[in-house]
Nanobody, 124 residues
């Protein structure tokens, strides 16, 4: 069983920054592929970013590429999402998730554990 707890969401103005954190339980965090997803009101959940177990390789959705950075600290069992140059369309609940596989996936169906989510609101 893996528990994921997100934090760091909030209200920010357009162009601002936020850093989300996701703390994971368990002693094998360093073996997990970890991802971030988001869901805006009335929209489907969408992939944001993913990081490999070592943190040395990342992949992003086109909508956030160049503005968001995913990273991890395996000593702290934590994955981060640094969000810069935020736009109103980034407003959503953000979720971290653990992949059930050892490869990257943009499909939420390939992730077996999810956090409760943290709200990010970007005002115009």
């Amino acid at each position: 069983q893996v528990q994921l707890v997100e934090s760091g969401g909030g209200l920010v103005q357009t162009g601002g920054s936020l850093r989300l954190s996701c703390a994971a339980s368990g002693r094998t965090f360093s073996t997990y592929v970890m991802g971030w997803f988001r869901q805006a009101p009335g929209k489907e959940r969408e992939f944001v970013a993913v990081v490999n177990p070592s943190g040395g390789s990342t992949y992003y959705a086109n909508s956030v590429k160049g503005r968001f950075t995913i990273s991890r600290d395996n000593a702290k069992n934590t994955v981060y999402l640094q969000m810069d140059s935020l736009k109103p369309e980034d407003t959503a609940v953000y979720y971290c998730a653990k992949s059930r596989f050892a490869y990257y996936s943009e499909s939420g169906w390939d992730y077996d554990y999810w956090g409760q989510g943290t709200q990010v609101t970007v005002s115009s």
